[in-house]
């Protein structure tokens, strides 16, 4: 049976934010509520699967929201440079999650066909929902599709055995969870399926949203994905970085062996 390493990688963090940002129909509005930005890279022996690319530094700049490390850079205490990436899994286009795909251009990139359908669709007329896209990510995917470095899938699929991914929606059209088999049992990248514990443990929506229904119903397929609640891993949320290990630098942390902290709710 492979088992995978999984590491929690930070490299940005947005703290002038409130609940309002977090929730929807949430009493406590106003009260702060900080984000932490991550990638996730899974390893077993010599095979490594980057999950998400995070952003650099001219976006952050573009969108005025800085990060602490080029996604690059925060790679390195783990021995991995971009060159050697293979493989990308992208949960999802919007630009903190898909920003720095031009980083790893040897990688393949694995995502929902659905996702990319909305991205370069008729949805994007909308600001709203174009707001967390930027068109120079969409392109670096039609550029590596024109390469034959793109994978797509409709609905579950298998990237590598022990990785497994799986289309939810809500807060993205082609939104997908990763499901890793672990040392701790069937651990599950939420990424933007639940930015925070609190999203699904109180079945709580996030307010950037393009199908509601979606939504609510993914925080179950997430349940039902892990062997438990406690190793579902929102993807934005801080507590990560208090209920799990740090791993070999300060910005990472080791998630496959399980939480050694209780959540607070």
């Known amino acids: 049976m492979s088992l995978w390493e999984v590491h ?11 609940r309002r940002d977090s929730f929807i129909f949430d009493d406590n509005h ?4 900080p984000m932490d930005y991550f990638i996730w890279v899974l390893r077993r022996e010599g095979e490594v699967i980057l999950v998400d690319t995070g952003y650099d530094h001219a976006e952050a700049a573009t969108r005025d929201r800085p990060i602490r490390q080029d996604p690059v850079a925060t790679l390195a205490p783990l021995g991995l440079r971009p060159e050697d990436i293979r493989h990308v899994i992208v949960t999802h286009l919007h630009y903190d999650h898909a920003g720095g795909l031009h980083l790893f251009p040897n990688a393949t990139l694995h995502m929902q066909a659905a996702e990319m359908a909305y991205a370069t669709g008729p949805c994007m007329c909308h600001d709203t929902l174009r707001m967390p896209f930027t068109a120079g990510h969409i392109c670096e995917v039609v550029k590596r599709l024109y390469s034959g470095q793109v994978v797509f899938y409709d609905g579950d699929g298998e990237v590598s055995d022990g ?10 059209r082609g939104l997908q969870a990763v499901r ?4 701790a049992g069937w651990l599950v990248l939420a990424s933007d399926a639940a930015h ?42 801080p507590l990560v970085t208090r209920l799990f290990p740090r791993s070999v630098a300060d910005h990472i942390w080791r998630l496959d062996h399980g939480p050694t902290g209780k959540l607070p709710f």
């Open 163 to 172: 990785v497994t991914v799986h289309r939810i929606g809500g807060h993205s």
């Open 180 to 183: 890793v088999r672990t040392d």
């Open 30 to 33: 106003d009260a702060p509520h």
């Open 8 to 18: 929690a990688v930070k490299y940005a963090d947005r703290n002038s934010r409130t």
């Open 196 to 237: 925070y514990y609190e999203n699904f443990l109180a079945r709580k929506p996030f307010p950037i949203v393009v199908d509601l229904q979606d939504m609510l119903e993914g925080f179950d397929r997430l349940e039902a994905l892990a062997s438990s609640c406690d190793l579902i891993v929102p993807g934005h949320d």
